[in-house]
């Protein structure tokens, strides 16, 4: 949701952020000045909502909240930068978004979280609890559409977001036999024969054809798409849907957008032990 007023940009990345935690959210929600923090407190446990994602704006930064109702505790990040998700879509040549990716959550991948501090452990535990825990033993394949991707960076101390689809082709084949495998019958009305339609390039890149190890699985159960079987080994690809941000957590409160501070980024005295 949105704090004060925070601009159109801002507007536009929270309706992204909406879109993100599909279909676990509010989409529909519609703030108006008159809304105070307590209004939406008391309505949260009707509704089952169990987190708060406010984000706000000043005049230097774009500020983002993340409060577990109705006690807290309460994380406070700065954006320091974002692009939104149209964006994202833009620079891709060949984009792939479809709304049956958002049926189901995205898997939560937390990356470089196990750092010292006691802030690293609460912020853990705050992200996990935003999504649906997942049971690898029970969990239907045909539901691991989407990644969100936190991402640590020691260097700067700043935190990656990324968004994705997740997609799978056939491996070991040229693109003239995926577009056979992965579609319908290409046109074959300007080729004699279909070998020479495979064959129309004679040089074909390594890229085109081969694809690593640590990209390859055999797949459990059937998956989504063309001829995606059982026991069949197909290449993982992740498509980014965006939106991006780059975040700074700043400080952690023990309560609902309030309380304790139990950890500030810049003031040495709240710094947890």
Known sequence: MRSGIV????????RDVRRV?????????????????KDFVMVAGQLGVTHFLIFSRTEKNVNLRISRVPRGPTLTFRVIDYALAKDCLALQKHPKTSDVEYHKSPLLVLNNFQQSGKEFQVMTVMLQNMFPSVDV????????????LFNYNEDTGTIDMRHYSIGVKATGVSKSIKRVINTNLPNLGDYEDISDYVLKEAIISESDIEDGPESTVTLSQDY??????????????LHELGPRMTLELTKVENGMCGGEVLYHRYSKYYLIE
Do not use: D, I
């Open 137 to 148: 033993q029970t969990m239907q394949l045909s539901e691991a559409r989407r990644v969100l």
């Open 224 to 237: 989504p798409g063309r001829n995606n079987r059982r026991n069949e080994q197909r290449a993982v690809r």
């Open 21 to 37: 935690l599909e279909p676990n959210t509010a989409s529909h929600l519609r703030e108006r000045r008159s809304n105070r923090l």
């Open 7 to 14: 601009g159109t940009s801002v507007t536009a990345l929270v």
